[in-house]
């Protein structure tokens, strides 16, 4: 499975040319919106900055190498009263199996990491005020324990909401990490620990 950061939350994912978008954004501080042809389109929640779902063009309907479960999860730490339910979707491709959290707001509950299961890699917010931060990302994690873990939704230069944090705070609690040349990474056997893609507008 290949996973490309488009920015923000946004990922396309493929394998055996099938193309997979999800949280397509409009909006965002400085981010270019992406634009892209692909067979199916997935967004989290309903908020601006993840549902742009017109920005996709839709290819010819094949045969999908994907399966899709869902998790039901909310944008809060109080239930959705602040700022609604988030869904987090695992995408499962060839035996290999990625986590897209979305605007996760709060710990997993043990029921929700039953559900989830094993992982190779997890797309994952650390920004904080809207979602949770790098100690709560990291928390996260630790109760998933994926074979590596892309941080997403953090401000970059001048990329991003201004009232979310970069992705330092969430590097600095992890001994090594790994910066990517590109935006795209496979999830073979060399991807492994903490994983940041390149935002290439």
């Given at each position: 499975?290949?996973?490309?950061?488009?920015?923000?939350?946004?990922?396309?994912?493929?394998?055996?040319?099938?193309?997979?978008?999800?949280?397509?954004?409009?909006?965002?501080?400085?981010?270019?919106?992406?634009?892209?042809?692909?067979?199916?389109?997935?967004?989290?929640h309903q908020h601006a900055d993840h549902n742009a779902v017109d920005h996709a063009e839709l290819l010819p309907k094949t045969k999908s190498p994907f399966?899709?479960?869902?998790?039901?999860?909310?944008?809060?730490?109080?239930?959705?009263?602040?700022?609604?339910?988030?869904t987090i979707r695992i995408f499962e491709a060839n035996g290999v199996r990625a986590?897209?959290?979305g605007d996760l707001g709060h710990p997993l509950s043990p029921e929700q990491i039953a559900a989830i299961g094993p992982l190779d890699?997890?797309?994952?917010?650390?920004?904080?005020?809207?979602?949770?931060?790098?100690?709560?990302?990291?928390?996260?994690?630790?109760?998933?324990?994926?074979?590596?873990?892309?941080?997403?939704h953090y401000r970059h230069?001048?990329?991003?909401?201004?009232?979310?944090?970069?992705?330092?705070?969430?590097?600095?609690?992890?001994p090594s990490y790994r910066r990517l040349d590109g935006p795209s990474l496979e999830l073979d056997a060399s991807a492994q620990g903490v994983l940041v893609p390149a935002y290439q507008p």
């Open positions: 499975m290949k996973l490309t950061w488009l920015g923000h939350s946004c990922f396309l994912l493929e394998q055996d040319g099938y193309r997979i978008i999800t949280d397509l954004y409009t909006g965002v501080d400085g981010c270019p919106e992406p634009r892209v042809s692909v067979h199916e389109v997935y967004c989290s399966t899709v479960q869902e998790v039901a999860a909310f944008h809060d730490d109080q239930n959705g009263a602040l700022r609604g339910t988030n986590a897209h959290l890699a997890v797309m994952v917010p650390v920004g904080g005020f809207y979602t949770i931060d790098a100690a709560g990302a990291k928390q996260v994690c630790d109760a998933l324990h994926p074979r590596c873990i892309i941080p997403m230069g001048s990329y991003g909401y201004p009232v979310i944090s970069g992705v330092e705070d969430f590097l600095a609690l992890y």
